[in-house]
């Protein structure tokens, strides 16, 4: 690794830190319409857009276990559902080669989609009893709609804290394997392979 490499490292390593000082010390003690901004999946999906899949789910394995670990909660669960929401964005940007000005918001508000009923389903896994019915309606509601109009700046902070060498390492798109018009299990001058 290079220092590039070190220093990129570092600029993630502490736009993670200050994420989780600033959800686990002032959002989530921030109650609005029964909701709580979550900066979690959006920070996470900023990085699988600007870096990738596995960027994306290093990223948010990295931030979940970091969160997990602050709250003495049960270790893994932040980790593992922070971790598929980032694979899944990065994925979406390799695949899609999605940008424009909206992709963050659509993005934003299915990351936190994804985030609040994977933490509900883990939950109920688990054996605890999550809030059901018109309760945990009204909080997937309420911070599904913050976390939308949270989206975009925050995908624009993170964007300018990691720096260009993320967004500038956009994979190129591959072309379709072709074999030249023959099957690969013919050869090209003596016809079908015979077995």
């Not at 002032?26 to 901004?37: E, K, M, P, Q, R």
């Not at 979940?64 to 922070?82: E, F, K, N, P, R």
């Not at 918001?105 to 985030?115: P, R, S, V």
């Amino acid at each position: 690794m290079g220092e590039g490499g070190a220093r990129l490292l570092a600029r993630m390593g502490a736009v993670a830190l200050a994420t989780v000082l600033v959800q686990l010390g002032f959002l989530s003690h921030l109650d609005v319409a029964g909701g709580n901004a979550d900066l979690l999946p959006l920070v996470v999906m900023s990085i699988g857009l600007l870096g990738g899949a596995l960027a994306g789910a290093a990223f948010g394995f990295s931030i979940g276990l970091l969160t997990d670990l602050a709250l003495m909660d049960t270790l893994g669960i932040t980790s593992l559902v922070l971790l598929a929401v980032g694979y899944w964005c990065g994925r979406a940007r390799e695949v899609h080669d999605l940008e424009g000005p909206l992709v963050p918001l659509a993005a934003g508000a299915l990351a936190t989609l994804a985030t609040l009923v994977g933490f509900s389903v883990l939950q109920f896994l688990l054996g605890a009893d999550p809030p059901l019915g018109v309760t945990l309606l009204r909080q997937i509601t309420a911070t599904l709609v913050l976390n939308a109009l949270l989206a975009v700046p925050v995908h624009w902070v993170v964007t300018r804290g990691v720096g260009g060498s993320v967004v500038a390492s956009r994979p190129q798109r591959r072309r379709a394997y072709t074999t030249g018009g023959l099957s690969p299990l013919s050869s090209r001058s003596d016809g079908p392979i015979n077995r």
